[in-house]
């Protein structure tokens, strides 16, 4: 009998996210969520909607929450898309940007779940290696695709690009660039002027890391107006929760909380960081909320597997360009100290 599943689908490699362990004693350092509670104006917010509001659709423009964004980066309103998370914004690209026998690019390694996405699509991928030390190689002039996720800082290496190139390469492509600034927060640098200057580059960002709202499922992308249109007409009609909306909303108009707790985040990373390397570590000068490490004295996998025992999640990535290497959430300043105490025991 032939398979009622799409042949694309039987042979997808489904994108593999962070465990999420019901045992709230594990120390949670593998997904890069924020350690620290979200604005005090998010507890409000949720306790003013009332379920009485749930029984109506959510704008489905997500209009309030986007002039709230808009405010924030100086922009007009037509210049915001607000999606389930920025995951689903960049499935939406794919979607809005690249014809069916078109290819996506991006650089090896980064985020991991763009060539899934690509898979789901039916289009092709021309990735881009990453130099050794993981910096960011020059991109050849003939190289040129409808779409190019540049994520910026990049994960899983931690590592900040400076914009110029991010500029130079958006100049001269024909097609979309989209900055992937999940982690910028906690970065000295970022590209929200490109996006509202440039005709063919979109940032993209996340609540889930210095919002502290993963569990809402936020993220926007901020640029030119026919882009962000594009997006609106290949969304689902109600791809943003009412919730989410009235949250993020909060959440956004508290920028001293985020960046209170960003700071802190910034400075336990920097003094966790010098720890890892007076023990011998390579540790990757950080723009994140989390660290890039190769251990001194045995494996990633091993010293993986070694934390994993004493209830400390991190995440290894088993592709050859990654597998040496561990990715570290930074944590409240206590679970640091019980990081570096399983290190040393
Ligand atoms: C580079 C990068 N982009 C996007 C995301 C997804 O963010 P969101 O939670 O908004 O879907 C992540 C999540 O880990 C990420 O690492």
């Known amino acids: 009998m032939t398979s009622r599943i799409r042949k694309n689908v039987i042979d997808l490699a489904a994108y593999v996210p962070g465990e999420q362990p019901a045992n ?13 509670p979200a604005s005090p104006a998010v507890q409000e917010a949720l306790r003013r909607i009332g379920s009485d509001a749930l029984r109506l659709y959510p704008d489905p423009v997500c209009t309030r929450l986007r002039e709230s964004i808009a405010r924030l980066h100086g922009c007009d309103v037509e210049q915001v898309f607000c ?14 940007f690249v014809e069916t026998h078109g290819k996506i690019g991006f650089f090896d390694p980064s985020y991991s779940l763009y060539p899934v996405l690509a898979a789901i699509a039916e289009v092709g991928t021309a990735p881009l290696a990453l130099a050794p030390d993981f910096s960011w190689p020059p991109i050849p002039d003939r190289y040129d695709v409808p779409l190019f996720f540049w994520t910026n800082p990049n994960a899983p290496t931690s590592l900040l690009c400076p914009s110029e190139p991010i500029r130079d390469f958006a100049e001269r492509s024909e097609g979309v660039v989209v900055v992937d600034e999940a ?6 640098a970022d590209c929200a002027a490109l996006a509202l ?10 609540f889930s890391k210095s919002y502290s709202l993963a569990g809402i499922r936020l993220g926007y992308a901020i640029g030119n107006k026919e882009l962000i249109a594009a997006l609106f007409k290949v969304k689902d009609a109600y791809n943003v929760n009412r919730l989410t909306q009235e949250l993020g909303r909060a959440a956004v108009q508290d920028q001293g909380h985020m960046q209170g707790n960003t700071r802190r985040i910034v400075e336990t990373r920097e003094r966790v960081a010098r720890a890892l390397r007076d023990r011998g570590f390579e540790v990757y000068p950080s723009q994140t909320n989390f660290l890039w490490l190769r251990p001194a004295q045995e494996t990633a996998e091993t010293l993986f597997g070694r934390l994993r025992e004493r209830g400390i999640l991190v995440r290894h990535f088993t592709d050859p360009r990654t597998k040496e290497y561990l990715r570290v959430t930074i944590g409240t300043d206590e679970h640091m100290n019980a990081f570096l105490a399983a290190l040393d025991a």
């Open 24 to 36: 709230a004693d594990v120390i949670k350092l593998n997904t890069n969520e924020n350690p620290y």
């Open 83 to 96: 999606g389930n998370g920025s995951d689903e914004i960049l499935a939406l690209c794919i979607r809005a």
């Open 183 to 188: 982690y910028v927060d906690f970065a000295a």
């Open 197 to 206: 200057a440039l005709p063919n580059l979109l940032v993209t960002r996340t």
